[in-house]
């Protein structure tokens, strides 16, 4: 399956310029710094920033921030360019949400992603996903020294001159897979979501494990059906709080369910006119498992998913 740019999932796709070749040149990154027309996207407490309207749901992106707020610069992310404009992430830590508008509210991503213009969403996801890890990497994990940022913001390194040890931004590969055996789709629920939704399989992948052999082993360990075929999809960045999600397609026999490893609540067979009449909710339509869900029902269906009338879909979670 051939993936366009246009078809990207949710929170990925063309939002920024990266201009990785910024990210060493200090006297680049000290002027776009200074420089009024630059961007800063904050992010408070791990939530982000948004405005809300009565019209709509947008970002947060100020390129005045220093008026409103403390912050340090040494202590910002360059994300890349928006339209030649340096455009950088900010924690900031403030006990309450700082004075950048009536109409600017701190809200969980994973909630209001798919409110959001896709662009946006992206934007919000990366600076997250940075800070985030930014946070949590202030420590040398080789000899506890305090690690200081460098590539501006991409890596951290250890202050100990006799360490030196370097650390990038961690990514956690987890596979996402709708296993079918044709006419029939096998979802799960886990205890904490809404009541009555249900997902596809996922799990992250392991040491020394294949993306393939992580799909198999989690699909038998969650619900005991055993996949024959396996085929990449696609794949979406998923920060809560550092995952990769790695779609895939999957067939089975149609087999007996057993949940074997108690991850799961239910998992059951569901087929198209099961959706269709809304016996189950469905996750949001901004996620990975979504789309999967939906390619697999269009295929064979007369009637899109989303325009069938009577489906639900549950927001929060995954």
Known sequence: MTISRSDANPLGGPYIDRVVHWRKDETRLRAALEDPRSLFVPVWRDQCLVRCTREAITACVVSDLR?????????????????????FAVSLTSPELPPLGDDVEARDLRSI???????????????????????RHRFCGRCSAPMRAIQAGHVHQCTNPECGNQVFPRIDPAIIVLVTDGERALLGRQPSWPP???????????????????????????????????????SQPWPFPSSLMLGFMATARAQPIRLLDGELEDARWVTREQLARGEIGLPPAHSISFRLIEEWYDSKAATPLRQEPHVRMVSTNR
């Open 196 to 234: 009555g939704r249900y997902s596809t399989i996922a799990g992250f992948v392991e040491p020394g494990e294949s993306l393939e052999d992580a799909v198999m082993r989690e699909v038998k360990e969650e619900t005991g059906v055993t996949v024959e075929t396996v085929s990449y999809h696609s």
């Open 113 to 135: 992603a798919g409110e959001l213009p896709a662009h946006e969403a992206g934007l919000l996801a990366y600076a997250r996903a940075m800070l985030y890890w930014r946070e």
């Open 67 to 87: 008026r409103s707020v403390q912050i340090d610069l040494s202590d910002v992310v360059l994300l890349g360019a928006i339209e030649q404009r340096a455009c």
